[in-house]
């Protein structure tokens, strides 16, 4: 039963988050100082204060945008992602990383006489707060704990049979495994489990290109990377260290595949 309480989605990446933060107030201190006179352009503390100012106040834009996304932003974005796919209602979806349910519960909205399963390592330093109950708790408080389960396992090794799903999500999860190897891994893992026309859905801030040419390799001929002008906006203030966008494919069922 869905009560008044809102569901907490978390703080993504609060380690990054607490570094820019520290940062932002490095540069926002030199910017007063300069302001009132301390240093100014001749001094020598300006070769390193000066672009020590304006990384902080970069870093310091980013982490706010981070924290406004973290809360706001991300639930509406959430929908337009899951808008990519065509629903029946009837699905069986695994959500892979799926953290504190964001795009698992969303899915679960989506669904009649389907269920969403999520699986997560949950790691704290990755998401805060994140763990099952937190899960299970935006789940009830949402209205959909009946569709919802979750479990503890790796994305490395998917602990279902091949074709087990209709529908498999993962959002902001698969950058943080850090070997590429290991992260081809996990996509080929996806793609096992999906069943023949299922659909695929990744959105993360890293690796995209990646994950869709490893989909198409595994057989999902279509699988495609999708970005945005704000995902190269993203990708020029981070110095390239950040490139949002989503990956989209479908698997081929035999009824479709073309004969030789």
């Not at 290991?182 to 999906?194: C, G, K, N, S």
Request: proline letters at 3%.
């Amino acid at each position: 039963m869905k009560d008044n309480q809102t569901p907490n989605y978390g703080l993504d990446a609060p380690i990054a988050v607490r570094n820019m933060l520290i940062f932002a107030v490095l540069g926002i201190s030199l910017l007063v100082a300069r302001l009132l006179g301390v240093w100014s352009r001749q001094d020598a503390i300006a070769v390193v204060a000066r672009p020590l100012m304006l990384a902080g106040i970069s870093f310091g834009v980013m982490a706010l945008w981070m924290i406004y996304d973290s809360k706001v932003g991300k639930i509406r974005e959430r929908e337009v992602y899951l808008d990519q796919i065509d629903w029946n209602g009837n699905e069986r979806v695994l959500d892979v990383g799926c953290g504190l349910g964001l795009f698992l519960i969303g899915a679960a909205k989506r669904l009649s006489t389907g269920r969403a399963v999520g699986i997560d390592k949950w790691q704290q330093e990755d998401l805060l707060g994140n763990n099952a109950e937190g899960t299970l708790r935006n789940a009830m408080i949402e209205g959909v704990v009946d569709k919802v389960e979750v479990h503890t396992g790796d994305a490395r090794q998917l602990p279902f049979a091949d074709s087990s799903f209709d529908v498999v999500l993962s959002s902001m999860a698969l950058h943080n495994i850090y070997s590429a190897d290991e992260r081809q891994i996990a996509v080929r893992e996806i793609a096992r489990v999906l069943a023949p026309g299922g659909r695929v859905l990744i959105v993360d801030v890293r690796h995209t290109s990646a994950y869709a040419a490893t989909l198409r390799d595994a057989g999902l001929s279509d699988a495609r990377c999708v970005q945005g002008m704000f995902s190269y906006l993203i990708t020029l203030i981070t110095f390239g260290a950040a490139g949002w966008g989503y990956v989209i494919g479908s698997k081929v069922s035999p009824a479709s595949a073309p004969k030789e």
